[in-house]
């Protein structure tokens, strides 16, 4: 069956969850308790307040971030044969697994199953399973390594397992810390040819949206410096009294673990 479709929300209904969606991020705002992020949003013109971590976004704002998505594109698959086209206004469906799970259900046999904690081995049967079907035409990381579950690179070997079970668009559970190991590795199943990588690769795509982000917040970061050295000067010429200055520590990414270390090949081999 090609194309179906489910319509819960008419597009009244759809346009009211809009516009209550826009009235609740310009007030009361959500609450974002990374430093880096608040700042982006307040060079980019949200309302912030740092004692309480509240961020209040206008329409104009969420409507101009929109504006520079674009309404079509394409998802790339390793051998050109499953390359995917996604399409705002709904004329392409396409179908995937969804993840991330923590546990697997085996048949016993006589009506009897077993649950137990997924592992590296079923993450990469999975992925063949879903490289075989016509019907699935990408897939999350279906689910999580538990048997990895305290290995600081545990992505990575999950990574491996997926890119060498399947030539599908993959949607990975990533983390921040490796992307671009995500990419290397990437790169490896196109000869090493890192320009075809960034053009096809979703892992590149996610690599060049965190240099973005990054790019955005040196520059933030520039002008920040500017203006205290400017304030400096005018405190200089008025002469205040000397305060003691507050550091403000930095939250730990969601895997702390993950930070610090080297990286090599051997960290995903088996």
């Known amino acids: 069956m090609e194309n179906l ?34 700042d982006l949003f307040k060079k980019n013109g949200c309302e912030v ?4 971590m509240i961020v209040k976004i206008p329409e104009a704002v969420v409507n101009k971030a929109l504006s520079t998505i674009p309404p079509e594109f394409t998802l790339y698959s390793r051998d050109g044969k499953h390359d995917m086209q996604w399409k705002s206004d709904g004329s392409i469906t396409n179908n995937n697994t969804f993840g991330i799970g923590t546990k697997i259900i085996e048949y016993a046999g006589n009506g009897q199953y077993i649950d137990r904690e997924s592992t590296l081995k079923d993450l990469g049967d999975i992925a063949k399973v879903a490289d075989y ?7 999350c990381s279906p689910v999580s390594a538990m048997d990895l579950a305290d290995d600081p690179v545990r992505t990575l070997k999950e990574m491996k397992a997926l890119l060498v079970n399947s030539v599908k668009p993959i949607d990975l559970d990533s983390d921040s810390e490796f992307f671009e190991e995500y990419f290397e590795m990437v790169a490896a199943c196109y000869g090493g040819d890192k320009e075809r990588a960034k053009r096809e690769a979703r892992a590149a795509k996610m690599m060049a949206s965190r240099e973005r982000m990054l790019q955005q917040q040196q520059q933030y970061e520039k002008s920040k410096s500017g203006n205290n050295n400017n304030k400096k000067k005018n405190q200089a010429a008025k002469k205040p009294e000397k305060k003691a200055g507050t550091n403000e520590n ?21």
């Open 250 to 270: 930095g939250r730990v990414g969601q895997r702390p673990y993950a930070r610090g270390r080297a990286y090599s090949e051997h960290h995903y081999d088996e």
């Open 5 to 38: 479709k489910i319509n819960i929300l008419s597009k009244e209904e759809i346009e009211e969850i809009h516009k209550a969606t826009m009235k609740v991020l310009a007030d009361p705002g959500i609450l974002v308790d990374s430093q880096e992020a608040r």
């Open 133 to 139: 079907c016509d019907n699935i035409d990408f897939f």
């Open 49 to 52: 307040d740092d004692e309480t």
